[in-house]
């Protein structure tokens, strides 16, 4: 074997390719680009298969019960037992006509989920501890749907109504909302209430975002319930789940977004959500919404602002209640990452001075992103005065640094700011409407005199 320095060696290869025929060339690039193709596709596949295993795995085991099977079989077994009833029980469980399609959201701490229906007109929702058992599902369901039972009176119904509200909702006058939730237990509008219907609004009160959504059906930002089966309820679907501007609260295209004086009514239509809740005028209580502000309203084709979901209203009341007992630091006084009390260090308990304190700041932002594009001068100068004084109130330390915050004074002024706001908007939106009376109500202009025969 004949040896030879590597330099060589090289050297002797690139003249053995340089005189190497061209056509052998073309058929080694288009190899190694064959190679290169086919190594980038193998990426690609292993990477898609991935993503896939991971959402597979994350809803197959972490969070089975966001499929729409478990929600369905655990109503449906109860129905065909005869322990529940409403008006989607027949369509779900019988015809099956109704079915659960997507799920669309969830909240872990209260185990809902959210679906679309097959045609998409509403959304449903299910709350579900656990999916029926294997070895026991009548139990399952008797043990769920065990209120009241079959020698209870409706005065029993109507107690137990009564005394789990209040648990709730500290309410001044209860027999309003309890007669409501009476009327509507009714399901077949017979004068009767049967009991798998007792037990039926019995299952529904538990939850609390059928409570509020009873509690504030007669407002014009409350999406209405359109059916009911056993704990499972549907909602009417808000046209448009998004205002008009995305994450960075930058307005949509002028092609897309919609104008001024219609962007003005979903701001009334959140304002005045906030004026209701902020103290409800039959509770001593604030309902707090757990949920940025972006995230919790649409509009629908009329842009009237629309609450997406109520499982993220909580009263005070509640939020107390389910606060741990004692605490050592803030961290420990926190209802879920949006909503957080704070701890008071001398008696180590949760307190909720300041909760949610940057909520009327995040309304006065969001309102001044709906309604400040486009607005004239003389609008513009008024309505900052208002924000300056909401903007105000937020940065206040002192009203919330306090050991003793008079709530009554901090209510006065954030209520006064809210109604000022509402006001300003609707006088806009009244001097519009009355232009385009003014307009479509003038005298046709008489034919030219040489049109006349």
């Known amino acids: 074997m004949i040896s030879y320095p590597l330099r060589e060696y090289i050297s002797s290869k690139k003249d053995d390719d340089y005189h190497r025929p061209s056509s052998s060339a073309k058929k080694n ?50 129905y065909a037992q005869g322990l529940i009833g409403g008006h989607l029980c027949p369509d779900l469980c019988t015809a099956r006509t109704l ?78 909302l309890i007669d409501a939730l009476m ?29 509020y959504t009873i509690l504030l059906s007669d407002k014009a930002y409350t999406p209405k319930i359109v059916g009911t089966c056993g704990h499972i309820f549907a909602l009417e679907k808000v046209v448009n789940p998004d205002l008009p501007f995305d994450d960075k609260k930058e307005l949509f295209s002028s092609s897309e977004r919609p104008n001024w004086y219609q962007r003005v009514r979903l701001a009334i239509g959140i304002l005045e959500y906030f004026s209701d809740t902020w103290h409800h005028q039959d509770t001593d209580q604030h309902l707090y919404l757990c949920q940025p502000l972006i995230k919790s309203f649409g509009y629908d084709k009329d842009y009237e602002s629309k609450m997406l979901k ?24 926190l209802y879920d990452s949006y909503c957080h009390a704070s701890c008071n260090m001398s008696t180590n308990t949760c307190q909720m001075k300041g909760f949610n304190r940057d909520s009327l700041g995040e309304l006065c932002s969001l309102i001044s992103s709906l309604v400040v594009p486009e607005a004239n ?26 050991d003793y915050i008079d709530l009554t004074s901090l209510q ?18 009244e001097y519009q409407m009355n232009k385009i009376t003014k307009k479509s109500s003038k005298k046709p202009a008489p034919p030219p005199l040489h049109a006349k025969k």
């Open 29 to 78: 690039t288009y190899t190694e680009k064959t190679n290169s193709n086919r190594l980038i596709y193998f990426v690609i596949f292993l990477i898609l298969l991935l993503i896939f295993s991971v959402c597979y795995s994350y809803y197959s085991y972490i969070d089975p019960t966001c499929f729409n099977k478990e929600c369905t079989d655990f109503v449906c077994h109860a």
């Open 99 to 176: 079915q659960l399609q997507n799920c669309l959201g969830e909240h872990k701490h209260f185990r809902s989920r959210l679906f679309d229906d097959n045609e998409g007109q509403q959304v449903i929702r299910c709350y579900l501890r656990h999916p029926l058992s294997k070895s026991n599902p009548s139990g399952d369901v008797k043990n769920h749907f065990n209120f009241p039972n079959d020698e209870s009176t409706l005065d029993v119904l109507y107690n137990g109504l009564q005394q789990h509200i209040q648990k709730i909702i500290a309410f001044d006058n209860s027999e309003i």
């Open 183 to 211: 009327s509507f237990a009714d399901f077949n509008k017979d004068g009767k209430i049967s009991l798998s219907e007792a037990r039926s609004i019995w299952s529904l009160v538990q939850i609390d975002e059928f409570i």
């Open 310 to 333: 109520l499982n993220h209203i909580v009263s005070s009341k509640s939020i107390i209640s389910r606060l741990p007992n004692q605490c050592h630091t803030n961290k420990d006084c």
């Open 377 to 402: 001068s003389t609008f513009l100068t008024n309505f900052n005065v208002l924000i300056r004084q909401c903007q105000q109130i937020v940065t206040d330390e002192s009203s919330f640094d306090n």
């Open 412 to 429: 006065i002024r954030k209520t006064l700011i809210l109604q000022n706001l509402k006001n300003l908007l609707w006088a806009n939106i």
